[in-house]
């Protein structure tokens, strides 16, 4: 079945430090990726998405190149700040499913130190 | 504002009180879910809802009900609680529940169960 594997947190770095957080997935067909950022208190907001191989996703800094020969689709950001705190979750949809169900992985915690 | 509102935002209550967990969203959105989301596992889907009077088991169903009278509206319902749905739940919306739409999360339920 589909599935979605992600880095186990916290992550903690200092402010201005390089971010990778590492997602891979397994799934059948050709999934959409996503993104979701999660800050303390809040619902998850999307982040980013990328819906077919070599595209990139990116906002706010953020950015994940969807690929497909490795199967990944990691988060990187070249500089974070201290409001970048937050719970990270990759998540991929099945195309042609029939529903518009989330797999999500487990989420990684980011802790940004000033 | 496009929104998803759910209420209560957080509840403790006892083993088999039966419970009701509201979720409305306000942008005319066909598809609605439910997810928990548990420590080390990330988001799983408890029931979606294509449309109005369309409702469908998600990926953790047991224990849980679910209604979609209005188009706006899709409650969670607990009929006798237990302490293993001690969770975070999530209410999500997206246009269409057949094609890789943005899902908006609501801001979460923290239940607890004793």
């Known amino acids: 079945g589909n599935s979605v594997t992600q880095m186990e947190g916290p992550v903690t770095l200092s402010e201005e430090a390089f971010l990778t957080i590492n997602c891979t997935y397994t799934?059948?067909?050709?999934?959409?990726l996503f993104w979701y950022v999660q800050y303390p208190g809040e619902g998850l907001q999307l982040l980013l998405k990328a819906t077919k191989a070599d595209d990139k996703g990116s906002n706010k800094g953020f950015e994940a190149t969807y690929r497909k020969e490795t199967t990944s689709f990691h988060l990187e950001k070249g500089s974070v700040q201290v409001s970048d705190s937050a719970v990270y979750f990759c998540?991929?949809?099945?195309?042609?499913?029939?529903?518009?169900?989330?797999?999500f992985g487990t989420g990684t915690l980011l802790a940004v130190q000033p | 504002e496009a929104q998803v509102t759910q209420n209560p935002r957080y509840l403790i209550t006892v083993t088999g009180k039966k419970l009701t967990v509201t979720c409305s969203q306000n942008?005319?959105?066909?598809?609605m879910s439910w997810y928990r989301q548990d420590p080390g596992l990330g988001l799983r889907q408890i029931y979606y809802?294509?449309?109005?009077?369309?409702?469908d088991k998600g990926d953790v169903p047991e224990g849980y009900k679910v209604s979609r009278k209005e188009k706006r509206n899709f409650p969670l319902i607990l009929e006798s609680p237990s302490p293993n749905q001690t969770s975070l739940y999530f209410c999500?919306?997206?246009?269409?529940?057949?094609?890789?739409?943005?899902?908006?999360f609501g801001p979460g339920t923290r239940l607890t169960v004793t």
């Open positions: 799934a059948t067909g050709y999934p959409s």
């Open positions: 942008m005319n959105h066909e598809y």
């Open positions: 809802s294509m449309n109005v009077e369309v409702t």
């Open positions: 999500a919306s997206s246009l269409s529940g057949g094609s890789p739409y943005e899902q908006y």
């Open positions: 998540a991929l949809r099945s195309y042609g499913g029939a529903t518009n169900k989330l797999i």
